[in-house]
């Protein structure tokens, strides 16, 4: 009998609870690391009893306009998982009151959270990216870029950093310049 054959299904939930506290508090200490000094794992989640509901706002407080959520999945995000994963974030960050819905996804074999990918729409990439060259420039309308970008978190903090440095604000369609 292995290891894992002996575990219970209640020390098999623990682990993977454990695991995903773990990712977000990493994330969480990275973030501060780089430039949001108050961002935290965030302790509430969202639950719905009878008629009355909260809804979940995401995994790291502390960071304003950017609603997070962290995975810590062993195998790649399916094309419809991914898609399945971004809906949830767009709805935590309207929960939340966030301009941008970001999900980081924890690789193995990768301790650094820097090394970790992101996954946002191409729109919300680009809005980000017009924000952060240029926040004069019009954003393109109705861009109707909801396919799933993936980058290093390390390689999106920059961007986050200088888009929220201009006169951005959000829309209907996410963070605009």
């Known amino acids: 009998m292995s290891t894992l054959d002996r575990r219970s299904r209640a020390e098999i939930g623990r682990a993977a ?33 009878g008629e009355h509901h909260s809804r979940d706002r995401g995994d790291i407080d502390g960071t304003p306009g950017i ?4 995975k810590t999945s062993v195998e790649d995000f399916s094309d419809t998982r991914v898609l399945r994963v971004l809906t949830a974030t767009a709805e935590q960050a309207v929960a939340s009151g966030a301009d941008l819905g970001i999900v980081v996804q924890r690789r193995n074999g990768a301790a650094d959270p820097g090394r970790w990918w992101t996954w946002t729409t ?17 954003a393109v309308p109705e861009p109707q870029l909801n396919v799933p970008v993936r980058t290093m978190l390390a390689d999106l903090i920059p961007l986050l950093h200088a ?3 201009t006169t951005a604000r959000p829309t209907e369609e996410g963070f605009r310049p």
């Open 67 to 70: 609603c997070w959520q962290v």
């Open 17 to 49: 609870n454990r695991k995903g506290k773990d990712a977000e508090q990493a994330v969480a200490r990275y973030l501060r690391e780089h430039g949001w000094p108050d961002a935290q794992r965030t302790v509430r989640t969202g639950w719905k009893t």
């Open 122 to 138: 191409a729109g919300d990439l680009l809005a980000l990216s017009e924000a952060a060259r240029n926040p004069d420039v019009l």
């Open 163 to 165: 888009a929220r440095n």
